[in-house]
């Protein structure tokens, strides 16, 4: 099952939040993409892991993306260890992308920062012939994604390119609202938390919307990439 881009978070809705917006209009253009979630957020202190499923099932529904698979990692203690790497390795030779995207490298939930970085060494490892997996019994051959892009997420991080997104935010904004427990909802009897008040919610608006000042455009998501990014030619630019 060869895809084109592969999307990975710590949480479900970190993709949706990050890239949900280049996530669609990727596909609109006819890219495949997947998501891989590896925690089920169950530390969150709203909803449940069994709510956050749902919510995760219905966001990939409005994205459109192909496949969506949860690692079951444990929230809130990601580790770079040789086991949770293998487990991406799988996936990353499962799914075949050229492009992976990742978890901003520098936020404030610790489990973010550490995603990026096991995502990475998998992506590595992932293209070592003389690392041996299998999948239903059927060996894997090796498979080393060309780029790895970091979305951001909390913190304020300068991006080194944006993705232009204005046909899509209004996509982006519905499939984040599918986690109808964890975001703005006045309603709600759950506890208050800094991504639950409704500033967070707009933010999303207003950092596309600022980014796409900067940028020329209407909207934009941003990226910082693992390597230099060579251009073929001037054509993709927004002029
Ligand atoms: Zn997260």
């Not at 592969?6 to 596909?27: M, N, Q, R, Y």
């Not at 690692?71 to 487990?87: C, H, M, P, R, T």
Request: net charge negative; glycine share 8%.
């Amino acid at each position: 099952m060869k895809i084109d881009i592969l999307a990975i978070g710590a949480h479900p809705d970190d993709v949706e939040l990050g890239c949900g917006g280049t996530i669609a209009k990727l596909i609109s253009e006819g890219k495949t993409c997947a998501i891989i979630d590896l925690t089920k957020g169950e530390l969150g202190t709203r909803g449940t892991e069994h709510t956050r499923k749902t919510e995760a099932e219905n966001a990939a529904a409005i994205l459109g993306v192909t496949a969506r698979e949860n690692l079951g990692f444990k929230d809130g203690f990601l580790v770079n260890s040789e086991e949770y790497q293998l487990e991406i390795v799988k996936i990353i030779r499962k799914y075949r992308p050229e492009i992976v995207l990742s978890n901003a490298i520098d936020d404030r939930h610790p489990d973010h920062a550490k995603a990026s970085k096991l995502v990475s060494d998998a992506c590595f490892l992932s293209g070592l012939i003389k690392i041996k997996t299998q999948l239903n019994g059927s060996d894997q051959e090796a498979w080393r994604p060309k780029h790895i892009f970091n979305y951001i997420q909390w913190k304020n991080i300068e991006p080194e390119f944006v993705i232009d997104i204005s046909e899509h935010l209004d996509q982006k904004l519905k499939a984040c609202a599918a986690y109808k427990t964890q975001f703005y909802n006045a309603d709600s009897a759950e506890p208050i938390t800094p991504i639950a008040t409704k500033d967070f919610f707009e933010s999303l608006t207003y950092r596309a919307q600022d980014l796409g000042r900067l940028s020329g455009v209407t909207y934009a998501e941003g990226f910082t990439s693992e390597k230099l990014i060579a251009l073929k030619n001037f054509d993709g630019i927004v002029l």
